[in-house]
Every structure is written in C-alpha cells, then in structure tokens.
C-alpha cells in the first residue's frame, strides 16, 4: 500500500501526505451525502458529523490532529460555561494564541510553500467557527434593539449542548478547508428548521448543483497542474528574472498569482461540493418566477469575480466569502464606535487579524496591509465613478482604470502571500520599483485633494 501511495504521488507530482489528504478531502463528499440517510434524528447526526469528521482528520494528518482540534474547542466551551459575560473575547484571544502557537511550532507557511501538508489549514478553519460561536452566545445576553443585523441573527440564546458543538465543530464537509457557518444555521439544519423546514416547498434535489462544483475543481485542477510547472516562486531568485526588464517581470508576478489561486479554487470547489451534498448547503429559494434554488452557503469564490473584478473593494466579496464575512462580522463591524463612520483603520485592523489567522510569516503581514492600502486606493477610484456617473464615457474609463488598477495592485500584493519571507518579498516589490504600493498611496493622497461632490442624482433626491 504504501509503494502504491508514493507511485501515485509521484504520478501526480505530490508529496505522500499531500496525497492522502487529497484522498480523505475528496472523501468528504461522499461522507457528508451519507449524512442524508442517517436514522435516529438530531443527536445521531450530530454524532456522525463529529466522528466523520474526526476520522477524516485521523486518517488524513495523525492522531494529534484531534487533540490539536479538541485544545480550541475545550476552550470555547469552557469559556460559554463559566464566563458568559466575556466567553466571546476569551475564546477571541485564546483561540488565535493556541492558532498562532501551531503556525509557529510547525511552520505551516514553509510546510505549504514547499508543497507539504500539516493540521493547521484544518485548524485555521476550526478556529474561527469556536470564536463566532462563542461571540454569539455572548450576543445572547444583550438588549436586541442595540445590536446590528448580524448579530440578531446569528445570537444564540441558550449554550448548545456538548454534542451539538461536538458535530457543528467537526462535521466534514467544511471541516478540512471551510467554509466558516454559523452554529444557529447548523442547528437549524441538523433539526429540519428554517430554510430546510420543507414550509416553502420539498427540498429540491442536490445533484446538479453538486455536479457543478465537481466538475469546476477538475477544470480548476487541471489549470494548476498546467500552468505551476512553468510559474515556480523559485523563479524569483534565479538570475534569469533579474536579466528582464520591467514589463516583462510584471508579467510574471501576474501569472504568478493567476497560477496560485486555482489551487485555492479547487480546494473551495472541492469544500463547495460537500457542503452542497449534505443539503447544508441549500440557502433558500430565489425570487425569479418560476423560483430556484439557490447553493450558495458554501460558495467560497466567484472565479469570474476574481479575475475581472473592476474594483478591489468587490475583492472580500468574491474571494474566501465565508471568511471575508467572518471577518467583517465579528472584527471590522465591531471595530466601528456608533455614530460614527468606519474609516481606514478599521480595514487595516481587520487585514492584520486575517494576517495573524494566516500565520506569522512577513510575507502574510505586508500582503494584508498592502491589501487595505490596494483597498482603500481602489476607494479612491470608486468615488471619482459615481461622481461623473453621467458622463457614459468617462464612467466607462474610470471602470477601466479601476479594473487595471486592481489587477496591478492584487498580483503585486499576492507575491508576499506566496513567498513569505521579508526579504523575498521586498525583492520582487523592489523589482517593479515598488509600483503596486506608490499607485494607492498617490491615489490617497490624490483622494485627499480632488473631492469629488455628490452626484446630480443624489443632490436631486436631497432637494427634493
């Protein structure tokens, strides 16, 4: 069994751990549609997510894997039953401590970058859903007329009970690579409540779309294995980068990012699909006439968003939307004093705890404080769009300007996502003279002095 695993690894240009995780991740779908088909109601099922779950992560990582899990999860719940009035912002800082812990003891960043694999992906995941829940149950105790909508929604009233946190935290179809969901959807879910009552109609049928998302990790797969031979990070420090010139090194950094992200499009496909199978996935009907369903709880990316997104702040919105969602939800909004605006610093704080969630790489540091810099540039741009909204013409190049921009300043960005260290990343930003950092900051700084007025439109519906 194991020469099979390394000839099959070897076949497909992975490592032996990587390839058993692709194995027991690719597994999750089927695991997560036999969920439809266990008898005994909730608790049974709660049951079966947590165990699927913790046996996927068994066969996929080892046995420390769990105990790894098992850390966050005992202090989530510990803090919901003794600590109630401050559980949310304990389990905020001691979950991101235990998280920042394992990227540290384990160097996740250099173990990905050189193609391995290790818990702390699963981990990172695990994190976030312990955190929202307990922030929740927090939510749980104050006056409803002051919270905002998110709040309202998601607060949970009374703790759930052990195997109910023991399944929501576990369940595999979102447990290896998200996406991040709310405890009080997974409950509705596990109890045929809200959208999966059957009020509004028999639950519509999960193949097509789960189909869809199978066939889109394929292709997404098959664009990875085709372009990653050609676009290695290694070719940032060989001398044959250096010997081009600018315009040319600029498109490299641009298909360098382009190759790396359908990695992650794959992987989300992948996550996408299991969701949708479970039924998990369902998230209401449409309002087209006739109604359709709509699979979008578990969409984690919008290819097409990505790729031609004509403005970077459209970014979150498009790319790891259930995390992007998280961390407006529970860190930017909650950053926000009332009665006031949120302004740049708020966005820079939420990038840096994305940062820190990702790991204590330099590389993850400048990416995300580029990427509030690349945001608020794109701000910039978006202002000037509405304000000359009449004008058809220079809309329409202002939308263009703001398509190269992002494209610019997001392929630029990326590269110390993907190479981590300081000194790598300054080089390749050195190697463009700097460009995807001097373009925001001109634009702020152009922001500041040419303020646009409202729009006519807008000034209109005032006087009126």
Request: net charge positive; charged share 15%; with cysteine.
């Amino acid at each position: 069994m194991g020469l099979e695993m390394e000839g099959a690894a070897a076949a497909i240009g992975v490592s032996v751990p990587v390839l058993r995780f692709l194995l027991c991740f690719v597994a999750t779908i089927p695991v997560s549609f036999l969920w439809r088909f266990v008898p005994g109601g909730p608790s049974a099922r709660h049951l079966y997510a947590g165990i699927s779950g913790a046996v996927l992560s068994y066969l996929s990582f080892g046995f420390s894997s769990n105990i790894h899990f098992l850390i966050p999860m005992a202090l989530g719940y510990g803090s919901m039953l003794f600590l109630r009035r401050h559980c949310g912002i304990f389990t905020f800082f001691a979950g991101f401590g235990y998280l920042i812990g394992c990227h540290v003891y384990y160097m996740s960043g250099d173990a990905w970058k050189d193609g391995g694999i290790d818990t702390t992906g699963a981990l990172m995941v695990l994190v976030l859903k312990v955190i929202s829940c307990s922030i929740n149950y927090n939510d749980g105790i104050l006056k409803e007329e002051g919270l905002r909508e998110a709040q309202r929604k998601n607060r949970l009233l009374s703790r759930p009970s052990l195997i109910e946190y023991f399944g929501y935290c576990l369940f595999c179809g979102s447990h290896f690579a998200g996406p991040v969901y709310e405890m009080k959807d997974y409950l509705e879910w596990t109890e045929g409540k809200g959208v999966w009552s059957g009020k509004e109609g028999p639950q519509p049928p999960c193949f097509g779309a789960t189909l869809r998302a199978v066939l889109q990790a394929a292709i997404c797969m098959g664009i990875y294995l085709n372009l990653s031979p050609s676009h290695p990070l290694s070719r940032f420090n060989e001398p044959i980068y250096q010997d081009w010139g600018f315009w040319q090194r600029l498109r490299y950094q641009y298909m360098s990012g382009f190759t790396a992200r359908w990695k992650y499009y794959f992987i989300w496909s992948i996550s996408e699909a299991s969701v949708i199978v479970s039924g998990f996935g369902f998230s209401g009907w449409s309002n087209s006439s006739p109604p359709k369903p709509r699979w979008d709880r578990a969409k984690n990316v919008d290819i097409i968003g990505v790729e031609l997104a004509t403005s970077s702040v459209s970014l979150p919105l498009v790319w790891n939307i259930q995390v992007s969602t998280w961390l407006r939800h529970y860190v930017y909004e909650r950053l926000i004093q009332k009665g006031k605006k949120p302004g740049f610093l708020q966005l820079l704080a939420t990038q840096t705890v994305s940062a820190v969630w990702h790991g204590l790489y330099p590389g993850y540091i400048i990416f995300f404080v580029q990427s509030a810099l690349m945001i608020a540039g794109s701000k910039v741009l978006y202002r000037w769009q509405q304000a000359v909204s009449q004008n058809i013409v220079l809309k329409k190049i202002l939308t263009l300007v703001n398509l190269a921009y992002t494209i610019l300043t997001l392929n630029y960005s990326c590269i110390g996502f993907m190479v981590l260290s300081m000194k790598e990343t300054l080089a390749a930003y050195q190697s463009v003279y700097f460009v995807g950092t001097l373009v925001p900051i001109t634009l702020l700084f152009l922001g500041n002095i040419i303020k646009p007025g409202k729009p006519a439109r807008a000034r209109s519906r005032k006087e009126e």
